[in-house]
């Protein structure tokens, strides 16, 4: 069951971390205080208004796939991106982290330890190209009055990133959802997630699983 768990979260895992990251650099260019009046008219840049200070996003999503539900937690930061995939009624949970080192996912060795597994060209999880949006590839919003989601209309703002579009759904000033549209290896698909949390800071515990801190890097042989 597991292994079928950690074949679907994958597509959802890159999605989720490549919009998380765009978001951070969205708001550190000037989606806070220090940006544009262009930049500070959107309701994307009143919800991480302190993410300009802070450098930090922090979100906490709930979403479906194949009708099992998943908690996504995801901090990001100037150094890069933290992810964990809960699906409900398991215990396990997949964590991965985005730096500029490279792409890893914790794992616990045969003594029981938890290492950072670098993810190379060969692993499944490399293979869906996930990297660090930039200003050049990162188009900006566009923003979408009536935006229809499950037959219910939001104000949405929209980021797109590598093909991907990321729409940020709103009922009055309130983020409720994410959608994201893109192809992701199955032809065009469509993953609604309802916003349960979100902040413009987090603890030192993600701040550490993204710099590797205190975490063994393993490379798997190829």
Known sequence: MEDF??????????TVMAAAMSLAMLTA??????GSSAATQYKLAKVFANSAQTGKVYMELHTEANKQGMTI????SKNGAYMS??????????????NKSGFYGFEEDRTGKVVAVALDS?????????AMPTQDNLKGIKVAPEYKVNGVSYYAEILEQGGVSYA???EGDNLKCLVFNGDFGNGNQQIVADVVKTDTTFGAEFDNKIALNGYTVVHPKG
């Open 85 to 98: 995939v809960s699906p409900d009624g398991y215990t396990f949970k997949m964590e991965f982290v985005l």
């Open 29 to 34: 260019c000037g989606g806070g205080g220090g």
């Open 168 to 170: 940020y759904c709103f």
């Open 73 to 76: 937690v995801e901090a990001t």
């Open 122 to 130: 060969d692993d499944d999880y490399a293979q869906l190209n996930i």
């Open 5 to 14: 768990f950690m074949k679907m979260f994958k597509k959802i895992a890159a």
